[in-house]
């Protein structure tokens, strides 16, 4: 088992900036990604960003030149640095774990943080 916590959401104002983090513990061996999603009331989960074990990341494209994912020194931390943040950013963000179990991969959840924008 892996277990994720996340922390640094709350309320901004637009234009304004969050750092979120989340840190990985338990089970971590073998995870080979790590990433943030987003879910907003009546939409389904998206991605957000992810990075990989070896360091590439990929964003979503309405978050792209705004939010940078980042590795912590303890490659089990990430954060997601966002700025510029606009009323429609505004969701439950959830941190990803992507680990191979017995040949194939298997996804691990923190209980997310809400992140608000509004004036």
């Known amino acids: 088992q892996v277990q994720l916590v996340e922390s640094g959401g709350g309320l901004v104002q637009p234009g304004g900036s969050l750092r979120l983090s989340c840190a990985a513990s338990?089970?971590?061996?073998?995870?080979?990604?790590m990433g943030w999603h987003r879910q907003a009331p009546g939409k389904q989960r998206e991605l957000v960003a992810g990075i990989t074990s070896g360091g590439s990341t990929n964003y979503a494209d309405s978050v792209k030149g705004r939010f940078t994912i980042s590795r912590g020194n303890a490659k089990n931390t990430v954060y997601l640095q966002m700025d510029s943040l606009k009323p429609e950013d505004t969701a439950v963000y959830y941190c990803?774990?992507?680990?191979?179990?017995?040949?194939?991969?298997?996804?691990?959840w923190g209980q997310g943080t809400q992140v608000t924008v509004s004036s």
């Open positions: 338990g089970s971590i061996f073998s995870i080979i990604a």
């Open positions: 990803n774990a992507r680990k191979i179990v017995g040949g194939t991969w298997l996804d691990y």
